[in-house]
């Protein structure tokens, strides 16, 4: 179906159907991504000749740029990444089949200028082609009335294309060798024989090769810059500067007459633009703080040269056009760093740049300065762009920095390929839902990454996973309020959703940001409200509910006057409950009130006092070993304190007299004595006997008796 659209790829008797230059431009770039990183053979040589070929007939001569470039990148696309002879990935044989096609001496070349031996031949055949009886009719329709090129390459129409192929091409390779082949002229001799723009998209394209070495840093911009040129500019800035100065003196020395003043505004220019581009594309949707510095004093720079009035600003300003359009370069540079974060700051630097609306502003410059708050808020903050071969190469071909005059403009870009930065979008939104309402929640969490030198990466869901250099590991949520929660992330690919389970004694940060109102700060009393009302706004656990309502409210309803004793129903189960919460520990309320019923039956005098009492000495002999053995910090299931606390009632209970009751005197001492054996650790045969006399005594005397609670 693309073939169709391609005129040099239909057979030759279709040859005459005319298909519009954009459609074209279209239908190859579609070729190259539908291709992309096969370097099939018949792919690479046929686009290698498009981009060199001369215009046929007067049909589609007005958007032959655009064509061409299209050409270029789909030849990048076809061959992506695979200039070295090996995969991305370190396997295979990449285009070293296609070496005899001499791929980079031909884009050398399209580059450069010269003669292409290959459109030569062509031509030579296209001729004798046309010299056959059969095809001597339509002569005059396969000729270009219009257009005279001589053999020469017309290097205004391949260099671009040419250009950032060979960067895709070798994207990622270091290879020194083909990037000194595009390296800038380093004289102003030189530099005359290469236009401005051409300078930016090799700045670019060397970043592409050189993707290490590319530095978000001013000196690295500083760097790019021909040593020629960049003296040449900061001395136009010098003299500007001293003649702003009172009682300076305005003479020059006479060496800037050695230097075009208008060719080094154009130079320093674009050549700034074309290195913040390439910032751009080496941090994209990573956020990085300095390379987004870098790029926005660049443009507080280039804006000053647009609105500035004072002398400097009117010695080094390039054309208008020109400006607006290195101008929205460097805007679109600085959202694709920050693409998805929504930076307040840059949306305010964005909406001062498109507020000017004069005869010198385009429909390009609204179209890059929007694109450039699009990308800011990508996805509504929740995706950012990828950082990937195939990403990278989208978003050249999206915001290829050459804009519009209009809207129906497709004589140096097809406009239709700017939506092919849909292709880089990722969706790294990362948030946190809570179980048990099923809301989206705020929790702390840490990202580690598989480089441990790394310091982990600290942030609240919900929040954007930029892109690093070291590939995450694992993500693990680190909070109090909520139970820690390991995720591991296998080929940068995790979960956007982490669920979550909240903590008992804490509120979400919500509706308690400063743990303010968190249980493990409303200690004491219940300062006039009852248990049910303080814990229902912690826990919906219907079981924790219900034994507030029984067994803390009850009795302290009934205690309402005065505070309820510490040993009462209320009292201690108010405070056990409260423990129970604040370390989530739900399961010990049935051990805390066992010991209670234990201190409660030995006070009282029931039977099994022995057994009570050697539930206690093992409970003792447990915390005193763990006091010395186990860090304090470390979790326990039991307070030491309420332990503690019980322990002591027990041993008062035991080493007091028991009733004075006549009836059931002698059994109470049987029952004290074994038990306080068993406690102590001092057993006796006649205190156990007694004790079982005394149990059976007590079961035919007092066969109703009921254990206290």
């Not at 979790?635 to 028991?658: F, G, K």
């Amino acid at each position: 179906m693309l073939c169709l659209h391609i005129p040099s790829l239909i057979p030759q008797h279709f040859s005459a159907i005319d298909v519009a230059s954009p459609v074209q431009a279209a239908a190859v770039a579609g070729a190259g991504l539908l291709y992309q990183g096969s370097s099939h053979r018949m792919m690479t040589e046929f686009l290698l000749n498009e981009i060199g070929k001369r215009p046929a007939n007067d049909l589609n001569i007005v958007d032959r740029e655009a064509y061409t470039l299209s050409c270029g990148f789909a030849l990048g696309m076809v061959n992506l990444r695979q200039g070295d002879g090996v995969k991305g990935d370190g396997s295979g044989t990449g285009n070293a089949g296609l070496s005899d096609l001499r791929i980079e001496d031909r884009l050398y070349r399209y580059i450069n200028g010269g003669l292409d031996d290959a459109e030569l031949r062509r031509q030579r055949d296209e001729s004798d082609r046309l010299s056959l009886p059969s095809t001597s009719s339509a002569n005059a329709n396969e000729k270009c009335s219009c257009i005279f090129e001589g053999d020469s390459i017309n290097t205004d129409v391949t260099a671009p294309g040419a250009t950032l192929a060979l960067g895709m091409i070798y994207m990622m390779s270091g290879n020194r060798t083909i990037a000194s082949a595009i390296a800038l002229p380093d004289t102003h001799f030189l530099l005359e024989y290469v236009r401005p723009d051409f300078l930016m998209l090799r700045v670019i394209a060397r970043g592409l090769i050189l993707w290490d070495d590319v530095q978000p840093t001013k000196a690295w911009i500083d760097s790019q810059l021909p040593k020629a040129a960049a003296d040449a500019y900061w001395k136009m800035r010098q003299m500007a500067e001293n003649i702003s100065r009172p009682n300076s003196s305005s003479s020059s020395n006479g060496d800037d007459k050695h230097f075009d003043r208008q060719a080094v505004r154009l130079i320093y220019t674009h050549v700034v633009s074309g290195a913040c581009f390439a910032i751009g594309l080496r941090f994209a949707g990573t956020g990085n703080k300095e390379a987004a510095a870098a790029i926005f004093d660049r443009v507080m720079e280039l804006r000053e040269l647009r609105d500035g009035n004072d002398p400097v600003a009117c010695a080094l300003r390039p054309p208008a056009p020109v400006l607006e359009m290195c101008l929205g370069c460097a805007a679109i540079s600085l959202a694709m760093v920050l693409a998805g974060s929504g930076d307040l700051e840059v949306l305010r630097l964005l909406k001062v740049l498109r507020w000017r609306h004069d005869d010198e502003i385009r429909y390009g410059s609204h179209l890059a300065y929007g694109t450039a708050i699009g990308l800011l808020f990508l996805g509504g903050g929740t995706c950012t762009l990828g950082r990937e071969p195939e990403d990278i190469a989208a978003l050249v071909m999206a915001f290829y920095p050459r804009f519009p005059s209009e809207t129906s403009d497709n004589q140096y870009h097809l406009q239709a390929l700017r939506n092919l930065y849909a292709v880089a979008v990722k969706d790294r939104a990362v948030c946190a839902v809570d179980t048990d309402t099923g809301e989206k929640v705020f929790v702390p969490i840490q990202v580690h990454f598989e480089d441990s030198h790394i310091e982990p990466l600290k942030k609240t869901a919900p929040f954007l996973m930029f892109n690093t250099d070291s590939k995450p590991r694992e993500m693990r949520v680190v909070s109090e309020r909520y139970y820690p929660v390991t995720l591991n992330i296998i080929n940068d690919n995790f979960t956007r959703t982490i669920f979550v389970k909240r903590r008992s004694a804490h509120l979400s940060y919500l509706q308690d940001p400063n743990s303010q109102r968190s249980l493990l700060v409303q200690t004491g009393s219940f300062q006039g409200q009852t248990s049910l009302g303080l814990i229902a706004s912690f826990t919906d656990d219907p079981e924790v509910l219900a034994f507030a309502r029984h067994f803390c409210d009850v009795g302290h309803l009934q205690a309402r006057s005065g505070s309820p004793s510490p040993f009462s129903v209320a009292g201690f189960c108010s405070r056990v409950l409260h423990e129970c919460l604040l370390l989530d520990s739900q399961e010990a309320l049935p051990l805390y009130l066992a010991l209670r019923s234990a201190v409660s039956s030995l006070q009282a005098g029931v039977r099994s006092g022995v057994v009570k009492a050697w539930d206690f000495r093992i409970i003792r002999s447990y915390y005193e070993q763990r006091r010395r053995l186990v860090p304090d910090k470390s979790p326990r299931l039991l307070n030491s304190e309420i332990v503690a606390y019980l322990v002591e009632l027990l041993e008062n209970a035991l080493v007091a007299s028991p009733g004075k009751s006549a009836a059931c005197n002698v059994d109470a001492q049987g029952l004290n004595a074994g038990s306080v054996s068993v406690y102590f650790d001092a057993p006796n045969s006649s205190n156990v006997d007694l004790e079982l006399e005394a149990c059976q005594s007590m079961d035919q005397k007092a066969p109703d008796r009921v254990q206290h609670f």
